[in-house]
């Protein structure tokens, strides 16, 4: 989500906006991802279940906003976006069809509300956690989120 969602906002205003408020989210690495794929298709044994990966880590946008601004060395800010100001930002912003955007902003709502800290802190059969930190993550891609020099 960072180095697609949010990279040009990140970039170029300083900004993390959700709808999620203080809702804490185990990002998982797209590293992360990939391997349990890999084992998914190439162990012997089938899997035979829905994999659910969380993040090693959970952490509110405000938390995410201070780890930017930190390996960056800029200031970083969760924008807590409500109403038309969320749908302007998925619709101008993001490009999605505005039809799109009140179950998008549904999730949002769900994950201030807890569900994405649930998934991570509940036992749930197929549930990996990955090994990539947030941190980490942004340490190496860095360079995504250097404003670009104006011409």
Do not use: C
């Not at 690495?29 to 998914?40: H, M, R, T």
Request: charged fraction near 25%; hydrophobic fraction near 40%; glycine fraction near 6%.
């Amino acid at each position: 989500n960072f180095s697609t969602f949010y990279l040009k906002s990140i970039r170029d205003d300083n900004s993390i906006p959700t709808s999620m408020g203080d809702g804490k989210v185990p990002y998982i690495a797209v590293d992360d991802i990939a391997e349990v794929a890999y084992q998914a298709l190439t162990d012997e044994e089938s899997h035979n279940t829905d994999h659910i990966i969380v993040g090693p880590h959970v952490y509110t946008h405000d938390e995410i906003a201070t780890i930017f601004s930190q390996i960056l060395s800029r200031k970083i800010e969760h924008s807590r976006l409500t109403g038309q100001d969320a749908v302007r930002f998925w619709v101008d912003s993001l490009g999605f069809p505005e039809a799109a955007v009140p179950a998008l902003i549904a999730i949002e709502h769900r994950t201030a509300q807890g569900s994405e800290y649930d998934s991570f802190i509940k036992p749930i059969d197929g549930k990996v956690v990955g090994k990539v930190r947030l941190e980490d993550f942004v340490k190496a891609n860095r360079e995504l989120w250097v404003p670009q020099a104006k011409n």
